[in-house]
């Protein structure tokens, strides 16, 4: 039977003087052919980044300008509205858009319907079931978008509490009643 070696191991050889030399410098092209490689490497990525930067800023200037023209070229236009056409014997319909909920004896109180266009509305408030009588409470048609106002003094001699506030508006078959209330305090 004869003996078989499956693997061989190479002894370390003694270095001399001269063989070291050749092993260094091979070494030290090695690293600088590294460096060389990350160099090249970093500045590829680095002119990709910066041509890409430079494309992203140029395209999205162009996006600002487009809209800037479109925001100043709108800038000259006014929106215009137009009061809505109803017929004047159309149903008519009233809400309360704006109330003074509280107020104080002695102060301003004030009301605001929406309604048909051009209805004609009237208000009465009463405290204690008397009639309050006020130069702002008198009877007043709509505008043309349908709004009514009303804005009155409370008398300084008015008692607390909440009062009933109503205002009919009418056009030339229909009508409507809204109820709202106002609380006097002290």
């Known amino acids: 039977m004869a003996l078989q070696v499956k693997k061989r191991y190479l002894l370390p050889r003694k270095r001399s003087a001269h063989d070291t030399l050749p092993q260094r410098i091979q070494r030290r ?3 600088r052919q590294s460096m060389r490689r990350g160099i090249t490497v970093a500045l590829v990525l680095l002119t990709i980044s910066v041509i890409g930067g430079v494309t992203y800023t140029w395209y999205m200037g162009q996006q600002k300008t487009a809209l800037i023209s479109q925001a100043q070229s709108n800038r000259g236009s006014r929106a215009i509205f137009r009061p809505p056409k109803v017929a ?31 209805a004609d509305c009237s208000i009465s408030v009463k405290y204690n079931n008397m009639l309050a009588k006020d130069s702002g409470l008198a009877p007043k048609a709509a505008d043309e978008f349908g709004v009514a106002t009303w804005a009155w003094t409370v008398a300084s001699n008015t008692p607390t509490g909440k009062w009933p506030v109503e205002v009919l508006c009418k056009n030339k078959v229909h009508s409507a009643v809204v109820s709202s209330e106002i609380e006097i305090i002290q």
């Open 88 to 118: 004047s014997d159309a149903k008519i319909g009233v809400a309360v858009q704006m109330s003074a909920s509280q107020t104080k004896p002695g102060e301003n109180a004030s009301i605001t319907v929406r309604t048909n266009p051009e």
């Open 29 to 31: 092209d090695q690293r």
